[in-house]
Every structure is written in structure tokens, then in C-alpha cells.
């Protein structure tokens, strides 16, 4: 009797214990870091709900997230009626349900206006563009909304902004603000289409008006678009050079300018040729411009002017001129983009391609040379030129250039000009011509900006050659005549425009030049069979004989020039590149002034450091170097040495030495 009492005793125990047990609310477990993470920080941007801080205000007050993001106006009006819910919480919880709002509709067909069809009756079609149009109404007002309940969050919350630098939702806030801006010019250039971009925006009540303050150079220029760079992923660059900060990221797109010369003409004396308007067309001012956007209340000293006074700017600013933005008194980083305008460039001129149809002569519209300037002309800040190789394009500086977009000692104080050539040409001929459209360039603005002087140039491979050339002086008439060992030169030796191709003249503008792997003294690549076979493909720009054909009537003929004085000196540029060339015995020993400052960057193939046999594949090192060099760097690589890491940050280096010489800039 005794053991059947301590059994049931010992069930009782047994029992209590795992009703106890089953009764228990909180137990815990170890989580992934990255759930942990997941959770503090994604948001109706990266999942398809709303983030733990804005569910925890909702879950306060009872009410379901789902029906709050289906009636925001609803729901932030309830949660307005509950004192205990701090404005913080209030009003970043309010700024991600109408930007989830907003989201809903986007994704939903009734907003789509790519989904109108040309099967439909005239009558369907309006009917259903009604409803788009309506629907994109509702779209841009919860985003007004979401940008007024983002920035009181943002400026005008009881903690100062500076108070909340370590919290994650300030982060999100931030992210909610920049994006609605960049959805409400989209939204409304969708609603409202028009050849260019509106300068107000009526969203319901509210009013945007645009505001050209901090980025006076486009104010009275049209836009062809104004793109978010948000949604932009771009093939091809290694990195994205970004600045973080507040504002909306924007590319402005400036309308293509017109042409005042025909592209097919080739102009044999550039620098006297009467252009109309005065301006080589060949000269391309930036296009594709970055710009950062923010959008202020007019009047909003309290949370209540913000949410309701219906004036606001929309504040563009040119991120390369203000790092700063002033908001409600305080100072704070402004958001750029700096590679967005750039790849946007290379995507759609898809020069590359050009590249190489104009090197077998498939494509003349770009034989004369073209000038790029990267970002709106800068008085103060100091010229990069850059000139490719061959068969090459500005796409052979994406590296470079983005590098130089991404430090902000080089941003700060350089600008960047990119140059297209036609590399089938003579290689004195584009000297010549490229001599011309520089020195063009540096003219266009006031003569004594800081700009113009003290440039830097950069040459890779052909483009180094050419390089060497621009900042040399020789008269080579008397050595072509030599080499031709032809009497009858003496019929036009006195031509001006042969002499002003043989008697070269340095560019005064630069002060400093960087050669990379460049063939000073040719290759005999340039005399392998595949590449003679490649040689008798490429052929001498059409235009370019022609105009010269058409220029030499009555002097000689083309046909007798080409005979008596061409005589190999007359070559495309792949054959130019030989060692064997009659240009690589008239240029070879042409040096850079005495005096000017240039260093020498090459590539080594090879796992000997003997420099009898070093080579980079297709340029030896010693067609490579240049006595008088203030440096030369021998980088592990092939002939396309200026993509690698070394020979980037090699570059860097030497721009930075460069304004240390200049004191503009102190390491220290």
C-alpha cells in the first residue's frame, strides 16, 4: 500500500511538472547573427513588411500592420490620439507606412501605364488611362506624405539628429526620405510626360518648386531627363564610387548638342577653320551631370508645418562643388553619386564599339578627334587629360577615372577630359589634330583660370606617343627631308599646313605627363604576320584623303603626294607603331622640353628583371623608357597596364605628387 502511494506521488510530480512546463511563454534559443541583424534593420525597402520598430508602435496599439499599410491616413491618425507613443516612434512609423503605401500601388497593375495596349478600343484605353493616372495620383500623395513625416522625423523630433548617430532607424528614415524623393520625380514624370523636366510639382495640395541655388550652371538649361540613380546597376564598373549622406542621388541628362559642323567633314586646318558660333563641335561639355536632391519644407519651424504647409523646394546641389548641406541650421553630409553619370556616358555612346569601327574605316563619323569633359568646367580645379591606345576608346580609363571620382583629394582637384581618336590615322596627324582640339578647349573660358594651367596629361600605349609628342618641341621638316631623300618636297616644304604637322610645338598648358607602356621607339609586334595581315585591312581614313586630296589642288595632287612624299611616311597608325617605320626614325629620339616633369609606367610579362629582355608582351621596356623620366614603375601585368590595381594607384600616387608640388595639397 506504502509503494502504490509513492508511485501515484511520483505520477503527480511527473505531471505537474510537465503541466508547469507546457504553461511556460518565453524560452530561449540561440539565433544566426544574420537573422539577428535581418531583424534590427530591414524594412518595407528589403522584405515585403514593414521593419520591427514600426510593427512594435503598431502592436502597442492593436492595430495589424496589414490594415495600417492598406489605410495609412487611417492608422497615423489613431496613433496620433495615443500619448504614450513618442514622436519619434509616431513619425518614423507614419513615414514607412506611406512609403509602403506607396510601394503597394507601384507594384500593382492599376499603376502600371506600360500595361495601356494598342489591341484596346479608344474607348477602353482612356477608361483604363483614367485609372492609371488616378491611381499615380494616390502614389505621389502617400510619397509627399512620406517625405514630410521623414524629414520632422529627421530635424525636428525632440532628440537633436546628432543625439541618434548610432541608431539604426535613423538609417532607415534617412533611406525612406531619399528614396520617396527619387519615386515622386519619377511617379510624376510618368503622370505628367513632357519633353523636359517639370520645374514645379503639384502633388494634391503640396507644391515642389525646384530650386537652383547650389547648382546655378543648369538653372537655365533644358533637361532632357532627371534620373534616380537608385535603380541603376552598371556592368563593367569594378566599384560604385558613392559619398553617403542626406539627399536623393539624380543623374541630369542635358539635351544633345547640336551639331553646327557635319560629322563626316574632316577639317584639315582646325585651328584656323572659321566653326560657326565660334566652337569646335568636336568639344563635348559633360552632359550627364550628378546631382543630389532634397526636398525642404518652405516654412517649417514645428512637426505641424511640416506635415501641412503645402510649399516645399526640391533643392538641387552639384555634389562635386558642396560636400555640406545646411538643414535646420546644422550642418550634415551631402549624399552623391559620382560613377552614375559616368557609366550612364559609356553605356549610351558606347564608344568601344565605335573603337573599332572606325579603325577599318566602317565608321566616319567620327574620324576627327572628340574631346569629353566629364563634369561641368571648373576654373579651379586642374585638367586630367587622358588619350587611349590603340584601338582602344575612354572606355580604357573606367579604372582611372572612377578612381579618381573615389578619392576625394583627386575630386577635389581635378577635373577630367577624355579624348576619342581614330587610330587608323597618321599618328602625326592626330598629334596634330588632337594639339588642335586641346588647345581649343583651354580656350573656351576666361584666360586666367587656375584651370588652365599646370595640366596633367596621361597616354597609354599609342595615346603615349601621341602624349610625348604634345608636350615636345622638334622641327622635323629637315629630318623628312632627309628620309624621303626627294627633290621634288621642295615644291611645298613651305606649305603651311605640311610644316605645321612636321614642326611641332609643345601644349603650354601642361606641366607634367605620365606615359604608360607607351612604344617610344616601336615594337616589332607591329611586324608579326598577324598583325601585318591586320595592317592591310586597316586603311587610311576616306575623309581624311579627301579633304587633303581637295586642299593640295593646284599644288599637287593627291595622287603624286601619296608617291612622292608619302613613301611609307603616309601610314595608318598600327603601322606607325613599327620599329621599322619611317614615322618611329623621324619621332624616336624626340624628347619632352627640358625641364617638363613626366614619368614613365610599364608593364613586365616576364620573370626576369633583366631589362635587356623585359617586355609587357607587345611593347619592350626599352621602346618603353624615356631618359629624363622622374620616375618609372615596372608593373607585373601585359600591355593593358592601366586597368591593373598597381599601375591605378601608381596613378594616383603621382596626381597627388603633383599637387604636393603645386601646394595645393599637404599630406600632412
Given amino acids: 500500500m506504502h509503494e502504490k502511494i509513492n508511485k501515484i506521488a511520483l505520477l503527480c510530480t511527473v505531471l505537474m511538472t510537465a503541466l508547469l512546463s507546457g504553461c511556460q511563454v518565453v524560452s530561449v534559443k540561440e539565433q544566426a547573427i544574420n537573422v539577428t541583424i535581418n531583424n534590427e534593420r530591414d524594412s518595407i525597402l528589403t522584405r515585403d513588411k514593414l521593419s520591427e520598430a514600426s510593427l512594435n508602435v503598431l502592436s502597442m496599439t492593436g492595430r495589424e500592420a496589414r490594415i495600417c499599410t492598406e489605410q495609412p491616413q487611417n492608422c497615423v491618425d489613431a496613433l496620433k490620439q495615443i500619448p504614450e507613443i513618442l514622436d519619434e516612434e509616431l513619425l518614423s512609423t507614419a513615414s514607412e507606412l506611406y512609403l509602403a503605401k506607396s510601394l503597394q500601388l507601384g507594384n500593382s497593375a492599376g499603376c502600371k501605364s506600360s500595361l495601356l495596349t494598342k489591341t484596346q478600343s479608344e474607348e477602353k484605353k482612356q477608361l483604363q488611362k483614367q485609372n492609371i493616372e488616378k491611381c499615380q495620383d494616390q502614389q505621389l500623395v502617400m510619397l509627399d506624405q512620406s517625405i514630410r513625416y521623414s524629414y520632422a522625423y529627421l530635424f525636428k523630433t525632440q532628440r537633436a539628429p546628432q543625439d541618434r548617430i548610432f541608431d539604426n532607424r ?12 527619387a519615386h515622386l520625380i519619377h511617379v510624376y514624370s510618368e503622370r505628367h510626360p513632357s519633353k523636359e523636366v517639370s520645374r514645379k510639382i503639384q502633388v494634391g495640395n503640396s507644391i515642389y518648386s525646384v530650386d537652383f541655388e547650389n547648382y546655378p550652371e543648369i538653372k537655365d538649361q533644358s533637361f532632357e531627363k532627371l534620373m534616380s540613380t537608385y535603380n541603376m546597376n552598371f556592368s563593367g564598373l569594378r566599384s560604385i564610387t558613392r559619398r553617403d549622406g542626406f539627399g536623393s542621388e539624380f543623374v541630369v541628362i542635358l539635351p544633345e548638342e547640336k551639331r553646327i559642323t557635319p560629322n563626316k567633314k574632316y577639317i584639315v586646318d582646325p585651328l584656323k577653320y572659321q566653326y560657326q558660333e565660334g566652337r569646335n563641335p568636336n568639344i563635348h561639355a559633360a552632359r550627364y551631370l550628378a546631382t543630389t536632391i532634397t526636398a525642404i519644407p518652405k ?28 538643414v535646420a ?67 580604357a580609363w573606367i579604372r582611372l577615372t572612377n578612381d579618381v571620382m573615389g578619392d576625394p583629394v583627386l575630386r577635389e582637384n581635378f577635373q577630367v577630359w577624355q579624348v576619342f581618336y581614330s587610330t587608323n590615322m597618321p599618328i602625326l596627324e592626330s598629334r596634330y589634330q588632337i594639339n588642335a582640339l586641346i588647345q581649343q578647349a583651354f580656350k573656351l573660358n576666361k584666360p586666367n583660370d587656375p584651370a588652365k594651367k599646370d595640366a596633367v596629361l596621361v597616354g ?43 614642326d611641332i610645338k609643345p601644349v603650354p598648358n601642361f606641366s607634367r605627363a605620365i606615359f604608360l607602356a607607351a612604344p617610344h621607339r616601336g615594337t616589332d609586334y607591329a611586324d608579326r604576320w598577324f598583325t601585318l595581315a591586320a595592317r592591310k585591312i586597316i586603311k587610311l581614313p576616306g575623309a581624311f584623303l579627301g579633304a587633303f586630296a581637295d586642299t593640295l589642288q593646284g599644288d599637287i595632287g593627291l595622287d603624286d ?45 616576364m620573370d626576369s ?21 622622374l620616375s618609372e614603375e615596372i608593373i ?9 590595381p598597381e599601375a591605378v594607384l601608381e596613378l594616383r600616387r603621382l596626381l597627388r605628387l603633383h599637387l604636393v608640388d603645386l601646394g595645393l595639397y599637404d599630406p600632412d
Wanted: glycine letters at 6%; aromatic letters at 8%; a positive charge.
Fill in 609 to 629: 628583371q633583366d631589362k635587356a629582355i623585359m617586355t609587357d608582351d607587345v611593347v619592350p621596356y626599352q621602346s618603353a623608357r624615356l631618359d629624363g623620366a
Fill in 170 to 181: 535613423q538609417v532607415q528614415i534617412r533611406d525612406f526620405y531619399n528614396l520617396a524623393i
Fill in 561 to 605: 603626294f601619296l608617291k612622292e612624299i608619302g613613301h611609307d611616311m603616309i601610314q595608318n597608325g598600327p603601322s606607325d607603331l613599327s620599329k621599322n617605320s619611317k614615322f618611329n626614325a623621324l619621332t624616336r629620339d624626340v624628347v619632352p622640353f627640358r625641364g617638363f616633369k613626366f614619368h614613365n609606367i610599364m608593364g613586365n610579362t
Fill in 460 to 502: 597609354h600605349s599609342m595615346g603615349g606617343v601621341i602624349a610625348r609628342l604634345l608636350v615636345s618641341e622638334a622641327n622635323l621638316i629637315p629630318r623628312t627631308e632627309e628620309l624621303l631623300n626627294n627633290r621634288r618636297i621642295e615644291r611645298f616644304r613651305n606649305n603651311p599646313l605640311f610644316k605645321a604637322r612636321l
Fill in 329 to 395: 541650421g546644422k550642418q550634415y553630409s551631402l549624399a552623391a553619386n559620382f560613377s552614375a553619370p559616368y557609366g550612364l556616358w559609356l553605356a549610351e555612346n558606347n564608344l568601344g564599339r565605335s573603337a573599332y569601327l572606325v579603325l577599318i574605316d566602317r565608321d566616319d563619323n567620327l574620324t576627327m578627334p572628340h574631346l569629353y569633359m566629364l563634369e561641368p568646367y571648373n576654373p579651379k580645379k586642374k585638367v586630367i587629360v587622358l588619350i587611349h591606345g590603340l584601338a582602344s576608346s575612354p572606355e
Fill in 636 to 644: 607585373k601585368g601585359g600591355h593593358s597596364i592601366q586597368e591593373t
Fill in 299 to 326: 516654412s517649417g519651424n514645428s512637426v505641424e508645418q511640416i506635415i501641412n504647409s503645402p510649399e516645399f523646394h526640391l533643392k538641387l546641389y552639384d555634389p562635386y562643388k558642396h560636400e555640406k548641406v545646411t
